[in-house]
């Protein structure tokens, strides 16, 4: 991506169309549908199925960066309630990240209770 950005300035598109022009914001698959499909049907998968969707790549990323779901939605024009229904692993990672620390230290684990458990020796 640098070399794609460099010389350009910082707000310059990144992603540009074969000629150079920026993609069309009220529509951008329609710039790329065609060479998507094309590259998703030459390693043997179906295009119906598989293609480019980088609104739900910027919903977990946001996510993921612990950016609130009230916001994630605003910026994507979706509600709360969409978000937690179809991103639930993202948020439940942060979720479990949030509650780990809140937890009190146990110290180290015990020795096993188990009779048939063998402790390893180092080497």
């Not at 000629?19 to 998507?36: F, K, L, M, T």
């Not at 919903?59 to 910026?75: H, Y």
């Not at 978000?83 to 684990?109: M, N």
């Amino acid at each position: 991506m640098k070399t794609a950005a460099k010389g350009r300035p910082s707000n310059a598109p990144l992603l540009l169309c074969k000629d150079d022009r920026p993609w069309n914001e009220n529509s951008p698959s329609g710039d790329y549908r065609r060479g998507v499909r094309v590259v998703v049907e030459s390693i043997g998968l179906d295009p119906d199925v598989y293609g480019l969707y980088f609104r739900h790549t910027s919903i977990t990323r946001m996510l993921l960066k612990r950016v609130q779901t009230s916001i994630v939605a605003k910026a994507h024009d979706t509600s709360e309630q969409q978000i937690r229904k179809h991103y639930a692993a993202s948020i439940l990672d942060y979720t479990d990240e949030i509650t780990r620390k809140t937890l009190p230290s146990l110290g180290p684990a015990l020795e096993p209770a188990a009779s048939n458990v063998v402790k390893l020796t180092k080497r």
